[in-house]
């Protein structure tokens, strides 16, 4: 027999008044190590600094083609995994002190990837390699920095058109390979060129790049990080 619509509702409310209540349901407790979902991995653990889609954030945008063109898996799962000393970029690997598995990062790693890459972002470009191959001279650096970067950040680095790119409060945050990667890369988030784009069809050699690091690295205040 079907009950009245009118009636349930009159049954619903005096078992409400007589202080009766049904038990809420609660929804299945996951492991945090179980937890296999990029969108969720990433939101937790990299959207803080990299920003939510890869951008827009206060550490090397993650979504960038260019950034995912020079540095392979190998380099981002080892970043995520041990982080880099002397500077904000913690270690989330369980093995090193964090709280993800490798599998998590594996997850993390291979979603930046799949999401965000574009394999023919550099056509016939060859960017600088992502590591240096000597040490820079911060003499040659300063001269490079005059003509690629001088026209945004000042003639000593210290702002114009851009932020002070020596200031010694981020200087002593960001390691020489970030102010590499970032000199590489660029940041078009916030209208930073990349390596090809200071100077119109003069882009920076891989000399230039390691020695306008060398540069800056030497404006770093000491027991800052290295």
Same mark, same amino acid.
């Given at each position: 027999?079907?009950?009245?619509?009118?009636?349930?509702?009159?049954?619903?409310?005096?078992?409400?008044?007589?202080?009766?209540?049904?038990?809420? =349901?609660?929804?299945? &407790?996951?492991?945090?190590?179980?937890?296999?979902?990029?969108?969720?991995?990433?939101?937790?653990?990299? !959207? %803080?600094?990299?920003? =939510?889609? @890869?951008?827009?954030?206060?550490?090397? !945008?993650?979504?960038?083609?260019?950034?995912?063109?020079?540095?392979?898996?190998?380099?981002?799962?080892?970043?995520?995994?041990?982080? /880099?000393?002397?500077?904000?970029?913690?270690?989330?690997?369980?093995?090193?002190?964090?709280?993800?598995?490798?599998?998590?990062? @594996?997850?993390?790693? $291979? @979603?930046?990837?799949?999401?965000?890459?574009?394999?023919?972002? &550099?056509?016939?470009?060859?960017?600088? +390699?992502?590591?240096?191959?000597?040490?820079?001279?911060?003499?040659? %650096?300063?001269?490079?920095?005059? &003509?690629?970067?001088?026209?945004?950040?000042?003639?000593?680095?210290?702002? @114009?058109?851009?932020?002070?790119?020596?200031?010694?409060?981020?200087?002593?945050? /960001?390691?020489?390979?970030?102010?590499?990667?970032?000199?590489?890369?660029?940041?078009?988030?916030?209208? $930073?060129?990349?390596?090809? %784009?200071?100077?119109?069809?003069? +882009?920076?050699?891989?000399?230039? /790049?390691?020695?306008?690091?060398?540069?800056?690295?030497?404006?770093?205040?000491?027991? %800052?990080?290295?």
């Amino acid at each position: 027999m079907k009950i009245p619509a009118i009636l349930l509702a009159a049954i619903a409310a005096a078992t409400e008044a007589c202080g009766v209540r049904t038990a809420p =349901v609660e929804p299945a &407790m996951v492991a945090p190590s179980s937890v296999m979902d990029f969108n969720v991995l990433y939101a937790r653990n990299c !959207s %803080g600094c990299h920003g =939510v889609d @890869g951008e827009d954030g206060a550490a090397i !945008s993650l979504g960038n083609p260019i950034y995912l063109a020079v540095a392979d898996n190998a380099t981002i799962t080892r970043i995520a995994s041990d982080g /880099v000393p002397g500077t904000s970029m913690p270690a989330f690997a369980k093995r090193s002190g964090g709280i993800l598995t490798d599998e998590q990062i @594996g997850v993390i790693t $291979n @979603g930046i990837r799949t999401r965000w890459a574009k394999p023919d972002a &550099m056509r016939d470009a060859q960017p600088p +390699p992502y590591c240096a191959q000597g040490p820079g001279d911060p003499k040659r %650096g300063e001269a490079a920095f005059g &003509m690629y970067c001088a026209s945004c950040h000042g003639a000593e680095g210290r702002g @114009g058109r851009a932020a002070s790119i020596v200031n010694g409060s981020y200087l002593a945050l /960001v390691s020489d390979q970030s102010l590499r990667t970032t000199i590489i890369a660029g940041r078009p988030d916030m209208a $930073n060129p990349d390596w090809r %784009g200071d100077v119109p069809g003069k +882009p920076m050699s891989p000399e230039d /790049v390691s020695d306008v690091v060398a540069w800056l690295a030497a404006q770093r205040p000491q027991g %800052g990080s290295q």
